[in-house]
């Protein structure tokens, strides 16, 4: 039998967590025959709501689950962990500056930085899902100079897995059939939905989704609006932000990170930036990826049409004045 791999998640105790944590116990993050132990961080107002949480995983008996650690002590969090899944942050309410919730995060990903960097398990994979995504993972990445820089990634997964949906309610085939959609840049209204590469797998082989879309006007308009303001209209109709959906993408995000991506398919993550696409290095931004042996490489030699290109460096412009605001937080 294989050893169990050490998952942290932390805010365990809010909406996100308490649709994630089942899903790793029953293996949809590391696969079935992967016994997992969690790691379950949340802050002490949150303390008894977590242990519910606790309690809630001996009671579903999941066969895989060989133990489970809720606490708020960060250090207990971090020690030991394979995998850490960052969903606990501050969020946007009602009345705040921008500049103050980016400080209030800033704060804790600086001091979760180090204490991951401390005591997690020595090639520690990290996902930042916990909003500003991207620049949280950049902080985080910044105060954990011991990490390599290839472990430390953020969601836009769930942005990738809205363009296949869209795609395959538009043309009437299954999600399973639409591949290599691409979320370029970050994890926010500003972020490029691009279909330019992405094909439908048919019996007679694959076509080109803008072949069979044939409607460039949806393609270049109200495609890529949907899926960007996919997360505000899941709000408007659940009075609550995506929680199923979101977990559901942190479990494939981790598990073709670890496991592989098909041959021929690549997904999106965010990454530090190396300069691909004339993306300013430095950043942490959304690219199309393919994972083998456990590591991610940025898919080259996609060519980018004009309109792609705008929409690319829009979404960079964003991220960059993102990355100054969270620095001058830090001074
Ligand atoms: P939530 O408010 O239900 O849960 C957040 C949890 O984090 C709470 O239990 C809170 O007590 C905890 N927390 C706060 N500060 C913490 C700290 N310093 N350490 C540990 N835990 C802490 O929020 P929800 O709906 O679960 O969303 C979580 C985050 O994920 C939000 O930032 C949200 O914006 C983001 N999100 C990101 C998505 C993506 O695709 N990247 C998609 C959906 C949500």
Known sequence: AKDPVRVLV???????????VPMIARGAMLGPDQPVILHMLDIPPAAEALNGVKMELVDAAFPLLKGVVATTDVVEACTG?????????????????RKDVMSKNVSIYKSQASALEKHAAANCKVLVVANPANTNALILKEFAPSIPEKNITCLTRLDHNRALGQISERLNVHVAEVKNVIIWGNHSSTQYPDVNHAKVVTPGGEKSVRELV?????????????????GAAIIKARKLSSALSAASAACDHIHDWVLGTPEGTWVSMGVYSDGSYNVPAGLIYSFPVTCRNGEWTIVQGLSIDEFSRKKLDLTAEELSEEKSLAYSCLS
């Open 214 to 230: 044939a409607d460039d006007g949806w393609l270049n308009g109200e495609f890529i609006t949907t899926v960007q303001q996919r």
């Open 10 to 20: 932390t805010g365990a105790a809010g909406q996100i967590g308490y649709a994630l």
């Open 81 to 97: 962990v394979n995998v850490a899944v960052m969903v606990g942050g501050f969020p946007r309410k009602e009345g705040m500056e």
